[in-house]
């Protein structure tokens, strides 16, 4: 039996916004690098049960696992740095653990008691933690806790990892510290004070951060670093400066260079082993060779909002590396797009994706973008309401049912070529009430989609409740659509594509979820090298596109 795993808990402090999602799934792959096994999670300190109701715009993407839980955006961080595929066990929230422990209360679990966050709540958040130790049969597990130190909310969740160094043991369990060092522009100082009170109210609690992990958008000066480990009471080796970076898969190479891997193996009596970092610098290397510049248009209702579209943004990026191509996004407001500015709005670009989303707000503008990519032959890619819109839009010029439309923007549409999926009709609850997580697709031999993949049949992550409705296959397929990936087991459509065109493929499902910085998925590279083939070629707008990427 494997001996139980070493913890490493990673606090914020300062300000929230300074990575520590990335520093998180940095360390998990310098061990990683060092070939131990790591799980890793994220405690979100919000009463919301699982972001899957919050909006883009203000929690950034919704991220979905295997096993459809709604999560956190650094779980996508966490899969895309480490490599592993991650499970609910690996995003907690208060919401969650306060659904479980009233839960109990009302069955009767504490009959007599008083209900309090400590131990109760403590307790809940402490099992979480230790389950996954245990089931995840990891080495290491990485604890990333939300929010900044000094949140009312985020204190039981501190609490908690305090009594968790006690049960499990002082060499067991290591506290690292996430701190932004403040730089004053008149005096060009770098100030260490607001991390000292950071760190000072951390030990309040009970907690000595053994790293301090500094990001700043200047070098240490003389003596910051003797200055925070004497009143930050760490080692001097021990302030670790992480300085911002352009490309954030280079964090685990700056992390590793500063000596982070060294201090956390030596802290946590693990075993002395070589790094190998040599694959991970390959890629960084090739994502500074690729420079060859593609226009890429996202359109989308949440462009203007940080981080709502994180993980197609990065898959995107992938299929650039692999291709070598910098992707150059043009964030385009689906809300404002129509008919009479798309010519100019999308002039040179050499492809175009529709991701995600809910609501009827911004919806024409990404039938109307399909139609665009349709028409002039512009690579496309659709990722679930991206499929919807595509569907919509052939169902709307290449069918003539002028008001097809799908059942989530106009439930008395005459043709609903979108529709609730059949056994979530009728549900109410928007939590939790749609098909999430991997189903099986089987490919049709002979499409685009079924060569890219190179397979037969994939598992892909899904999050909806609307569907393509199956009543319009036979006249959507005589009028030249492909529906190239079927749901074996519901008979539903996942993939469609178009004949007569470079690359019109769309997807129910999530495929950037999956895609890895060197592994892109499969469509994602494949749309990217049909807009490279478009990009290379003569076709109008090229030139515009190559001047805008530079800007
Ligand atoms: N709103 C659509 C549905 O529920 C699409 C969802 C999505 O894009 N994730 O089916």
């Known amino acids: ?54 909006s883009p715009a203000q929690h950034g993407e ?5 096993d459809g839980a709604e999560t956190d955006l650094d779980l996508g961080h966490y899969e895309r740095f480490i490599d592993v595929p ?29 209900i309090q966050v400590i131990p109760h709540v403590t307790d809940g958040i402490k099992r979480h933690v230790k389950r996954l130790g245990e089931e995840s049969e990891a080495d290491v597990v990485i604890v990333e806790v939300g929010g900044t130190v000094g949140d009312i909310e985020g204190l039981p969740f501190l609490e908690a990892l305090r009594q968790l160094r006690r049960e499990i043991g002082p060499e067991n369990v290591m506290y690292v510290h996430l701190t932004f060092l403040v730089h004053i522009g008149a005096t060009g100082e770098l100030k260490t004070k607001p991390t000292q009170h950071s760190v000072a109210t951390l030990r309040g609690i ?29 080692e001097d080796e021990a302030v670790i400066p992480l300085e911002s970076v352009d490309n954030i898969y280079a964090v685990p190479l700056f992390l590793e260079e500063a000596g982070l891997g060294r201090i956390i193996t030596r802290k946590l009596s693990l075993p002395e082993r070589p790094v190998d970092l040599r694959s991970w610098q390959r890629l960084i290397d090739r994502m500074t060779d690729a420079t060859r ?54 002039a040179g ?5 529709v991701p995600g989303g809910f609501g009827p707000r911004g919806i024409e503008g990404k039938v109307e973008a399909g139609r665009y990519a349709r028409v002039n032959n512009i690579p496309y890619l659709g990722l679930c309401l991206g499929l919807q819109t595509a569907v919509i839009e052939f169902a709307r010029n290449v069918l003539h049912l002028e008001s097809a439309n799908s059942i989530e923007f106009d439930a008395e549409t005459g043709d609903p070529v979108i529709w609730p999926m059949p056994d979530h009709y009728g549900a109410i609850d928007m939590g939790g009430t749609m098909r999430l997580g991997e189903q099986p697709c089987l490919l049709t031999p002979g499409t685009r ?26 006249r959507m397929t005589a009028a030249g659509m492909e529906l190239s990936g079927i749901n074996p087991d519901k008979d539903l459509v996942e993939i469609i594509e178009l004949h007569d065109h470079p690359w019109f493929v769309a997807v129910q499902f999530h495929p950037e979820f999956t895609s890895r910085p060197d ?33």
Request: charged share 25%.
């Open 293 to 346: 510049p593609l226009d890429i248009a996202l359109v989308g209702k949440y462009v203007h909002a940080a981080d709502a579209y994180i993980s197609v943004e990065q898959a995107i990026r992938h299929a650039g590396i692999n291709n070598g191509q910098r992707p150059n996004i043009r964030w385009i407001d689906s809300e404002r797009l129509d008919a009479s500015n798309i010519d100019a709005v999308l």
């Open 349 to 353: 670009v050499d492809g175009i994706v």
């Open 62 to 66: 919704v991220f979905v696992t295997i």
């Open 519 to 551: 592994a892109p998925h499969p469509l994602f590279d494949g749309f990217v090298k049909a807009a490279t083939a478009r990009s290379d070629s003569d076709a109008p707008g090229v030139e515009i596109a190559r001047q805008s990427s530079v800007s």
């Open 86 to 114: 991650l499970t609910r066990a690996s995003n907690v929230t208060s919401g969650q653990v306060y659904e479980e422990v009233i839960k109990r209360e009302r069955r009767g679990d504490f009959l007599g008691g008083t």
């Open 206 to 234: 009970g907690i000595l951060p053994d790293i301090l992990a500094c990001r700043t958008d200047f070098p240490f000066q003389p003596g910051t670093r003797e200055k925070l480990a004497l009143f930050c009471d760490v």
């Open 1 to 54: 039996m494997k001996p139980s795993p070493k913890y490493i808990f990673v606090t914020g402090g300062v300000v929230s916004g300074i990575g520590k999602g990335v520093t998180c799934a940095s360390i998990g792959r310098i061990l990683k690098a060092r070939r131990f096994e790591v799980s890793i999670m994220k405690l979100d300190p919000y009463i919301n049960v699982d972001p899957g109701t919050m």
């Open 449 to 474: 989609a079924a060569a890219a993949y190179g397979v037969d049949l994939v598992n892909e992550r899904h999050r909806h409740r609307m569907e393509f409705n199956n009543d319009y296959r036979e």
